[in-house]
């Protein structure tokens, strides 16, 4: 049966489709615009949305798996309730959604509230799920290498708690390896949580001093208040969006974002191989 992934274009979900390929999968993706849909040829593209009914059920015909990952936007939960609903109504009894990590426990960050309610419609409405919860993504990083690199701070306020960020490619196998394994299932399977971490819980000093040692020079931690980071993404972002990343920030250094025993061991006997490290990103763009 075919397999329907949503974001597929985005950075998480490019690696899902290419891994889904790479192990033999009949994969579908619901794409806006399928002149960005550069997979492989053999993986059907269907043109809609999932606030598009028609579209939506039109690519939810022959799919008996769901890969949803909603982006964050100002009518997420919207697109999740939706989305579940008509998969449901067209037959589709099996999901793998990207949650994200203590989602029920921050509350006031708009995009941890919607995907906890979608984790709670799942449970509910009987899916045979997993819900995947990943904590910060390495390569969120990417946006602010420049800073990092030219004027030797590093700008996100991550706090002293720690964060176990994770990178998107070790998100993606996981998530492939799920859908494989709910979609090949003779029978329904009981629904199952799996955080998605790194091999280590970063601080903000702790990754200026990774910056510091890789490019033998200081890098400075910006430090735990959060408005200047909502004042600088305003820049390229709408402004309910900054102020959302600001509220998640700030959970960041008052919760950090730890992972439980046992969770970092878990993705290693998943994935039988190491977990992609932060240190080993920053290398990459140093060299």
Sequence with gaps: MTILVTGATGRVGRHVVNQLVKRGAKVRVLVRDPSKADFPAD???AQGDMLDIDSLRSAFSGVRTLFLLNAVAADEFTQALITLNVARESGVE???YLSVMHAERSVNVPHFAVKS???RMIEQMGFNATILRPAYFIDN???IKDVILNHGVYPMPIGSKGVAMVDTRDIAEVAAIELLRRDQAPGKLPVDVINLVGPDTLTGPGLASIWSELLGRPVAYG???PSQFEQN?????PKWMAYEMRLMAERFVSDGMVPEAGDAARLVSILGRPLHSYRDFAAGLVA
């Design 43 to 45: 993986v059907a593209v």
């Design 94 to 96: 099996r999901v793998v």
């Design 117 to 119: 309610g979608a984790e």
């Design 141 to 143: 990083d990417l946006t």
């Design 223 to 225: 430090g735990d208040d």
């Design 233 to 237: 993404l305003t820049n390229f972002l």
